[in-house]
């Protein structure tokens, strides 16, 4: 694929291709180039294309269950290809059944259920998602807890989560409040007052105010009782 802009080599970055130019496809390919990686977007829809072209480092009418195009697509030196075609069983098992036969090293696919999942997972697929799913239970974790702005699960024991600042903690500065002794946390970094950017470069003097924003790291447990105490 050609760089745009002042993208990193293809050398430097890993190449990306998502297949299916949806909702869920064409925002993986927009926030993929938005970090500066080389994205490969692929529909058999020309409008689909259009609408994507100018905001991806290639967009290209094909079909991706046809190996000979996808041979034309180079698609066998891409790292990660996405396979967006949730509504279109057939075609995402062809076409993740071709991509490893070409060698792709790693095939991300949308499922639209588990029965689907099953599937794609049996023909080849490094890892099967339900968006709607995972992000209904996102939200409905997010619901459960006052105190945590977004939750990411690092396996079953540990979390990253973002929390607001309690009342309690209001005028102490971090050293004083030694979360990581009183809460078993590890502070990542924080956006004071919630807004403007993450800061990583924690000053243990801060004193902290309301609306403050912390990004931790704790297992679930201590940040479910942190959340029931706050």
Known sequence: MKNKGNKQSVHQKKQYAIFGLGVFGSTVAETLEE????????????VHVERISKT?????????????????????????????????LESAVLSIMLLKELGVPYVIAKAKNHQHQEILER????????AEKEMGERIARSLLHKSIVDIAALDDRYTVSG??????????????????HVYRMNILGIKCGGQGDLSLNIDLDYKIQAGDTFL????????EKFDYLH
């Open 216 to 223: 931790v790291i704790a297992k679930v447990e201590d940040i």
């Open 123 to 130: 023909v080849g697929a490094d890892k099967v998602i339900r």
């Open 56 to 88: 991806v480092t290639k967009a290209v009418v094909a079909d991706v269950t046809n190996k000979e195009e996808l041979l034309a697509l180079d698609i066998k030196d891409v790292d990660v290809v996405v396979v967006s075609l949730r509504n279109h």
């Open 163 to 180: 929390i607001e600042a309690p009342a309690s903690w209001c005028g102490k500065t971090v050293v004083e409040l030694n979360v990581r």
């Open 35 to 46: 970090y500066g990686c080389e994205v490969l977007a692929v529909d058999q829809n020309m």
